[in-house]
């Protein structure tokens, strides 16, 4: 299946709560039972590739950072649903122990900078960002097939000065497209990051809007 037939069936787009930003979330089978499209009398028809919030279920993870603070605070909220018959086992688990037990590292490591550009939009609040910005966002987020054509088949290439090693990477390796794709975000958002242009004078007119924005949204 592509991305796009996936998109298509099985996602419906919504906002990030305090943020213009775009999110795609699953299509619930329907609105009564608002079950999980995957989910079968006999349990989970994609359990080997679940999602992150499946893997910390009954588990919640919530990140609390502020605007001019650079480190972030993160902890961990028990769910007790009745559904989950888990809460009955007689086994203990520590928050440790359970991460590991579900891969959590390797999957919270592929959301590691789009986490960053989330935390970050919602710390500045409902700024606006252009409709091309937003469109970008949405398919550095979603579409693999998309942003590999949007790099290798527009003038990005020609624009950027990327490492011949980067390029040959993420032409070949899907995870490390998806990696590239939200560090290229955190930078043509927010200018974080260290993407180079090959003409010096953008790259001056860029840092110097970054910091103009900046200045104008420490004032608010
Ligand atoms: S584990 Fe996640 S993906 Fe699988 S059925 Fe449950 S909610 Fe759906």
Not at 48 to 57: E, F, K, L, Q
Not at 116 to 125: I, M, P, T
Not at 158 to 186: G, H, S, T
Request: hydrophobic share 35%; glycine share 4%; charged share 30%.
């Amino acid at each position: 299946m592509t991305y796009e037939q996936f998109l298509d069936y099985y996602t419906v787009t919504a906002s990030i709560d305090g943020t213009p930003l775009p999110v795609t979330v699953l299509r619930l089978k329907d609105k009564d039972s608002r079950e999980c499209p995957f989910v079968t009398p006999e349990g989970c028809t994609v359990y080997t590739d679940r999602p992150v919030t499946c893997r910390y279920y009954p588990i919640g993870m919530a990140i609390m950072k502020q605007y001019e603070k650079p480190s972030e605070e993160e902890f961990y909220i028990k769910i007790l649903e009745d559904h989950c018959l888990g809460h009955q086992e007689p086994k203990e688990w520590t928050m440790q122990e359970w991460r590991e037990d579900q891969q959590a590292d390797l999957y919270d490591g592929m959301n590691d900078d789009w986490l960053a550009v989330v935390l970050k939009a919602k710390s500045l609040g409902m700024v606006e960002f252009s409709k091309r910005s937003l469109h970008l966002f949405n398919i550095a987020s979603t579409d693999m097939d998309l942003f590999r054509s949007f790099v290798f088949e527009s003038k990005f290439l020609d624009n950027y000065d990327i490492e011949p090693e980067i390029i040959r990477e993420i032409r070949v390796d899907e995870l490390a497209l998806l990696k590239f794709a939200q560090k290229w975000l955190r930078f043509t958002l927010f200018g974080d990051g260290d993407f180079k242009f090959k003409n010096t004078d953008v790259q001056k007119q860029l840092k110097a809007a970054n910091a103009k924005a900046e200045a104008a949204m420490k004032k608010q």
